[in-house]
Nanobody, 124 residues
Framework: QVQLVESGGGLVQAGGSLRLSCAAS????????MGWFRQAPGKEREFVRA????????WYADSVQRRFTISRDNAKTTVYRQLNSLKPEYTAVYYC?????????????????WGPGTQVTVSS
């Protein structure tokens, strides 16, 4: 069982930055690929970025490319996302997730655990 809690969201002006964190409980954190998804108002949840168990590989959605960096600290059982050059269209609830099998890291239904989400609002 893994519990995830996101933090770091908030209100920021366009062009600004935020650093999101996702703290995980449990002793098997490094067994999971960690992903970040987001859901904007009126839209479906979409994949944003993911990071491998060791942190050596990452995946990203074409819509964000490498603008949003991802990293993890297995000793602290935490995964991070740095959001830079934010735009109003990035306003969404951002979710952290954990995937044990890691066969299709861009597919939300493949993930085993989810955090409650953190709201990011970008004002113009």
């Amino acid at each position: 069982q893994v519990q995830l809690v996101e933090s770091g969201g908030g209100l920021v002006q366009a062009g600004g930055s935020l650093r999101l964190s996702c703290a995980a409980s449990g002793r098997t954190f490094n067994s999971y690929v960690m992903g970040w998804f987001r859901q904007a108002p009126g839209k479906e949840r979409e994949f944003v970025r993911a990071i491998s168990r060791s942190g050596g590989s990452t995946w990203y959605a074409d819509s964000v490319q490498r603008r949003f960096t991802i990293s993890r600290d297995n000793a602290k059982t935490t995964v991070y996302r740095q959001l830079n050059s934010l735009k109003p269209e990035y306003t969404a609830v951002y979710y952290c997730s954990a995937d044990l099998r890691a066969t299709r890291v861009r597919v939300g239904t493949e993930y085993d655990y989810w955090g409650p989400g953190t709201q990011v609002t970008v004002s113009s």
